[in-house]
């Protein structure tokens, strides 16, 4: 009977050894004197594990005694979570104290709403049917025949953004009428049912200028394209319920006599219209990145630095492309961090923010007219621009307690 005991207590300590969790808090801490809402925070799984001092393979974040939506996400792709992400609302100067439970086994997971979501379709040659996919990658640079929807997109309720797989890697945008996610059922172009019943669409005619903040090569007086390269690949890192990440990844790229190596990450958060983008190079260049000035009119902010933005109006596409084609009003805003800011400047076709840096993170935001509940004037589309570079400017502070 004592043998027996022993056994079961063995076991019993076993299973709790697998399904042991650890909590560790993490502290967020508005530094403004406004409201900020879906405040995204990343959390550096690293700091996690130093608490549990085990490889982390479920966490739970816990508000005032209740979960919250979040996502491990293996940004390197070798099998092992790299960041925690998830969102919080904070009121002006407030600090938050939030528990993390975290786990080496799956017993934490619990699957949350899709709020973001990203795709990528290759298309068949033969049968004309699109296959879903998460990476390609060509020697020419130029998938962008070969790619439904011309790249990767992704979305919020808010907003659809996609990437070009050629040498201009254009942001594009399709707008949103109602707040929900709809490129699973329009895969970027809807139907004329689809429009009648609400649905956003394409909005933007972007021919080869900087769309909507795309980076771009500078030679002294114009945006270049990223080209020639030895290799470009486009990637889904993640499609989740807090967040999707989409990489641009150029090798080779002959440009400023040097031979780049850059990568562009893109990233959505649920609740958000804009997105961040992280750039990383293996050698210092000067850049530049803006919004396009092809309207038939436009407004632009001209007060603000380290911003790029315009409020216009255009046709979506040539007619001859598309018979439901009428002119849209859009806003395209770009900020950029002072740290590699050089000067404002714009050619033919872009309003343009030159940078200086190796690695740096810059942020992307757009609205459209018909968006409901939405901006219908450039007024209150640049005050909210402006706002949210302030936002930008002074980032919640978040610490990780106990590690």
């Known amino acids: 009977m004592k043998k027996n005991s022993i056994l079961l207590l063995g076991a019993l300590m076993s299973a709790m050894s697998i399904h042991a969790v650890s909590i560790v808090r993490v502290t967020i801490e508005n530094p403004s004197v406004w409201e900020?809402?879906?405040?995204?925070?990343?959390?550096?799984?690293?700091?996690?594990?130093?608490?549990?001092?085990e490889k982390i393979v479920s966490a739970a974040v816990v508000v005032n005694k209740k979960q919250i939506a979040s996502q491990l996400d293996d940004l390197n792709r070798d099998g092992s979570a790299d960041e925690l992400a998830f969102l919080v609302n904070l009121k002006p100067?407030?600090?938050?104290?939030?528990?993390?439970?975290?786990?080496?086994?799956?017993?934490?997971?619990?699957?949350?709403?899709?709020?973001?979501?990203?795709?990528?379709?290759?298309?068949?040659?033969?049968?004309?049917?699109?296959?879903?996919?998460?990476?390609?990658?060509?020697?020419?640079?130029?998938?962008?025949?070969?790619?439904?929807?011309?790249?990767?997109?992704?979305?919020?309720?808010?907003?659809?953004?996609?990437?070009?797989?050629?040498?201009?890697?254009?942001?594009?945008?399709?707008?949103?009428?109602?707040?929900?996610?709809?490129?699973?059922?329009?895969?970027?172009?809807?139907?004329?049912?689809?429009?009648?019943?609400?649905?956003?669409?394409?909005?933007?005619?972007?021919?080869?200028?900087?769309?909507?903040?795309?980076?771009?090569?500078?030679?002294?007086?114009?945006?270049?394209?990223?080209s020639p390269v030895s290799n470009r690949t486009g990637r889904i890192i993640v499609s989740g319920p807090v967040r999707s990440i989409i990489e641009m990844e150029a090798d080779g790229w002959q440009y400023q006599g040097k031979s780049i190596d850059i990568k562009q990450r893109y990233i959505i958060y649920a609740g958000h219209r804009d997105i961040e983008v992280q750039v990383s190079q293996n050698a210092t260049t000067t850049l530049c990145a803006g919004v396009q000035t092809f309207f038939d009119s436009y407004e632009k902010l001209t007060d603000t630095k380290g911003i790029a933005a315009?409020?216009?109006?255009?046709?979506?596409?040539?007619?001859?492309?598309?018979?439901?084609?009428?002119?849209?009003?859009?806003?395209?805003?770009?900020?950029?961090?002072s740290a590699v800011l050089k000067e404002s400047t714009q050619d033919k076709d872009n309003l343009l923010l030159l940078l200086e840096g190796k690695n740096f993170t810059y942020h992307i935001t757009a609205a459209w007219e018909q968006e409901e509940g939405g901006f219908k004037q450039s007024k209150s589309f640049f005050d909210y621009v402006k706002k949210w570079n302030q936002e930008l400017q002074n980032p919640v502070k978040v610490t990780v307690l106990f590690y």
């Open 93 to 226: 100067k407030q600090k938050l104290t939030v528990s993390v439970k975290v786990a080496a086994d799956s017993s934490l997971y619990k699957q949350f709403q899709e709020k973001t979501h990203a795709q990528m379709w290759r298309k068949n040659k033969q049968t004309k049917a699109i296959i879903p996919t998460i990476e390609e990658s060509s020697t020419t640079g130029n998938l962008y025949q070969s790619l439904h929807h011309h790249g990767p997109a992704f979305e919020s309720e808010y907003m659809a953004y996609r990437l070009y797989f050629d040498e201009k890697q254009t942001v594009d945008l399709y707008g949103k009428k109602k707040h929900r996610l709809e490129l699973m059922d329009t895969k970027w172009y809807p139907t004329d049912k689809q429009i009648a019943e609400g649905y956003g669409d394409d909005i933007l005619w972007v021919k080869a200028t900087a769309g909507c903040g795309t980076l771009k090569g500078w030679d002294g007086a114009k945006a270049t394209h990223i």
């Open 310 to 337: 315009i409020w216009g109006t255009g046709l979506q596409y040539p007619v001859t492309d598309n018979p439901r084609t009428k002119p849209q009003t859009v806003g395209l805003a770009v900020s950029v961090p």
């Open 36 to 53: 900020q809402n879906n405040v995204p925070v990343v959390v550096p799984v690293s700091k996690l594990s130093a608490k549990s001092g």
